[in-house]
């Protein structure tokens, strides 16, 4: 039997895969309700449909979006691909949906459950409270989709060293909307935050999700940001959360008998902070770990790893950037060619699918990256 630590949709997927090909599991969710709080944009490219299909999720979808506006300070870039390019969702739905299928596919779901510890020998025993009672449980392999501060890794040694940004997000109401329902407005403006980015994700004509993530005072930036973007507008819900700063770590121990996936392995996107489809893309690549009894999650997920090192890279490069060099390299994308390119290959997950053809197509980009 295989303990799952964590009903977000890493957990739940993969709690989904290993049933529907008959390995034995069970997930172990601390919350009695899963997805709530909310604690997430929801934004998700439509590479999540090579992973599941829509109709799972359907209800969850708040809006899709065809494309962005990047902009920093006068400067901004905007592309649209005129077609749906991602989808914003109701993380509390989505994540519902998910753990529905697992449980749909024979995985039970222990909700109410907090994982405390494990000791390791022939088999691992899991140590869990529920309220004042603690219970210990056995299970042939442990996962860790614990979430960034997984305590699976602490307990496992593999919790390695981390960094997060403080993401900060309301969702509200403008009567001065002034942005198009199709479209997320990214802000990479140093005044709304220290080290990422402040987003718009509209939801219908006039409510958003407008929140930034910070090194610092994410807050302070956050007042700044509706004071100066939205001047009159109502707050209908607050959240926040924390995003993991990827850093390559062991995801597996020696025994090759606990694994992490998701943000417990810290497979976000540094460029964006998303981190479902990176998250379920690995518990994809555990099961086939699992599957052929080899256990070599490790070594299965080279790909993702060398995308989310791409990410970090890029991310950096922008950081070390002041607010004058951003708007230059907006003013430099604005370019047909460019555009083009995005246009037809552009992709928020996988940037190494269009990012040689735009070098091609606008090599002066070349100086922003070197
Ligand atoms: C403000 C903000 C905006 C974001 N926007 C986006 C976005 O637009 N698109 C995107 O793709 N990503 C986004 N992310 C990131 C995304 O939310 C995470 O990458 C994703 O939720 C990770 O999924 P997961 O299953 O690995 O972990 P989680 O969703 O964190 O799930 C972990 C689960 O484990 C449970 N758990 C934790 N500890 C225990 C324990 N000891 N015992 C039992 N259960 C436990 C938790 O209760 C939780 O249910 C955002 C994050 C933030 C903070």
Not at 141 to 147: E, F, I, Q, R, Y
Not at 161 to 176: C, D, E, M, N, S
Request: glycine fraction near 8%.
């Amino acid at each position: 039997m295989i303990s799952i630590i964590g009903a977000g949709p890493a957990g739940s997927y993969l709690g989904y895969l290993l049933s529907k090909n008959n390995i034995p599991c069970r997930i172990i969710e601390q919350k009695r309700e899963i997805g709530i709080p909310e604690q997430c944009t929801g934004l998700i490219s439509r590479n999540l449909e090579e992973l599941i299909p829509i109709s799972w999720v359907k209800k969850s979808i708040q809006n899709s979006v065809n494309g962005a506006v990047i902009s920093c300070g006068k400067s901004s870039f905007e592309i649209s691909a005129g077609q749906p390019k991602a989808y914003v969702f109701d993380r509390t739905l989505f994540d519902q949906a998910v753990a529905e299928r697992a449980d749909k596919a024979g995985c039970r779901i222990m909700l109410g459950k907090k994982y405390i510890s494990h000791k390791a020998g022939d088999n691992i025993n899991v140590k869990l409270s529920s309220g004042n009672s603690e219970k210990i449980m056995q299970a042939s392999s442990l996962v860790g989709a614990d979430g960034p501060h997984s305590s699976v890794a602490r307990q496992s040694g593999l919790y390695g060293k981390r960094i997060f940004w403080t993401g900060t997000q309301v969702i509200l109401r403008t009567k001065k909307p002034f942005f198009e329902k199709d479209r997320v407005y990214v802000f990479l403006d140093r005044r709304y935050s220290d080290g990422f980015f402040a987003w718009t994700v509209p939801l219908d004509e006039d409510h958003a999700k407008v929140g930034l993530a910070s090194y610092t005072n994410p807050a302070g930036y956050l007042r700044r940001l509706l004071k100066e973007k939205f001047h009159d507008h109502e707050v209908k819900d607050r959240s926040a959360g924390i995003i993991p700063v990827y850093r390559k770590i062991p995801v597996q121990n020696k025994a090759k008998n606990t694994f992490l996936i998701g943000d417990a392995a810290m497979q976000v996107k540094a460029t964006s902070g998303g981190g479902v489809v990176n998250g379920m893309l690995a518990a994809k690549e555990l099961l086939k770990a699992i599957k052929s009894g080899d256990m070599d999650y490790e070594k299965r997920i080279g790909f993702i790893r060398r995308n989310l090192w791409l990410h970090l890279r890029l991310r950096k490069k922008l950081n070390s950037m002041d607010d004058n060099m951003k708007e230059s390299l907006l003013r430099t994308l604005n370019d047909s060619d460019v555009k083009k390119v995005l246009r037809k290959k552009g992709d928020m997950d996988f940037p190494k699918r269009f990012i040689f053809d735009v070098l091609l197509a606008k090599p002066g980009l070349l100086r922003f990256i070197l």
